[in-house]
């Protein structure tokens, strides 16, 4: 694949952060070399990875104040068929604001220092903070595409909207290339009404560019991050983590449909059979009656190597939320 896609959203709270460690963890189980990109002070994407935050001795802050090579700060991941990860803690933002003062380049310093490991990678994944800040803004010139998280809500929608303006800045600016990778519905509820009409002007605003995999509210997701592991480690069969191999999946294949090319790859996870039928994907792309949860057709697997991912399947139901 080759790629840099930055995981952005201006409102916190969305799932950036549960998107960036499970979509990784989902893309390494097919045999795909994934670097995971923490700019974020809080650090969740690194403790969420097993990393203890507290203990870095090199960190993205001196990767981009240029004290260390990226290759000499990244940490591998052990879970699953394992990921690489370049950790984050609260000394990013110090290294904010030192970028601040800089009177050139300032918006640059990730590129630069991706440069030399990018072809490494297959993909590269950069977890945005909640904020339009110069940490994202060196994410996004460093991506070739956006990611954005989105909860079907008023306030989120406000968000998208400015972080849309923003890439059309970085654009004309600095990195003409950006494009969208797509707009992912997270935390949903299909009984919700509000959520419903909002999934309804984001299709019919954005079109394809709209993920069909949906994200539903599941416990699982929730509690993945205080064992230190994606959710795909903690509870395979969980609708979330299922949820996130169904996005790898559709991911994969819309990449394979743009090139023309297919690769084949087999999960890594040890005696953990990625069934088709394990689907959590919600097809949302009909009318969403306001009186009654969208409904979905029958499940269309995509198939990722020996994986088998599912893009829309049934929403999840109440009664799983304990899963």
């Known amino acids: 694949m ?29 045999k795909r070399r994934v670097l995971l990109i923490d700019m ?24 981009l104040l240029g004290e260390c090579l990226l290759a000499d700060a990244l940490v591998p991941i052990q879970h699953g068929g394992g990921f690489t990860l370049l950790p984050a803690n609260q000394d990013l933002t110090a290294a904010e604001v030192r970028l601040l003062t800089l009177p050139i380049g300032r918006e640059t310093k990730l590129r630069q220092a991706l440069a030399p490991k990018r072809n490494d990678y297959d993909l590269v994944l950069i977890d945005c903070p909640p904020a339009l800040n110069m940490l994202t803004v060196n994410a996004l010139v460093a991506a070739d595409s956006v990611l954005i998280p989105m909860q079907c809500e008023y306030y989120a929608l406000e968000g998208l909207s400015a972080l849309l303006s923003t890439v059309e800045q970085i654009r004309a600016a600095v990195n003409p290339q950006l ?19 909002v999934s309804a002007q ?35 069969e969980s609708r979330g983590a299922l ?30 059979a990625l069934a088709a039928d394990a689907a959590t994907a919600t097809d949302l792309t009909a009318p969403i009656a306001h009186s009654a949860p969208a409904q979905a057709p029958a499940a269309k697997p995509v198939e990722v190597g020996t994986m088998s991912a599912p893009v829309n399947a049934a929403p999840a139901q109440a009664e799983d939320r304990t899963r």
Request: glycine share 8%.
């Open 202 to 236: 984001l299709i019919a605003h954005f079109g394809d560019k709209v993920f069909r995999t949906v994200i539903p509210r599941n416990i699982r997701l929730a509690e993945a991050p205080s064992f230190g592991k994606p959710a795909l480690f903690h509870d395979k």
């Open 40 to 63: 974020d002070p809080q650090g969740n994407t690194t403790m969420g990875s097993g990393v203890d935050k507290s203990q870095l001795e090199r960190s993205t802050c001196e990767v």
């Open 243 to 272: 949820a996130y191999l169904a996005l790898a999946g559709e991911m994969i294949r819309r990449e394979e449909e743009s090139t023309g090319l297919v690769r084949s790859t087999t999960p890594l996870t040890p005696g953990t």
């Open 2 to 30: 080759k790629r840099v896609i930055a995981i952005a959203m201006q409102k916190g709270g969305v799932g950036k952060t549960t998107t960036a460690v499970n979509l990784a963890a989902s893309l390494a189980a097919t």
């Open 179 to 197: 494009a969208i990778e797509g707009v992912l519905r997270t935390m949903f509820d299909p009984r919700n009404n509000l959520a419903n009409e």
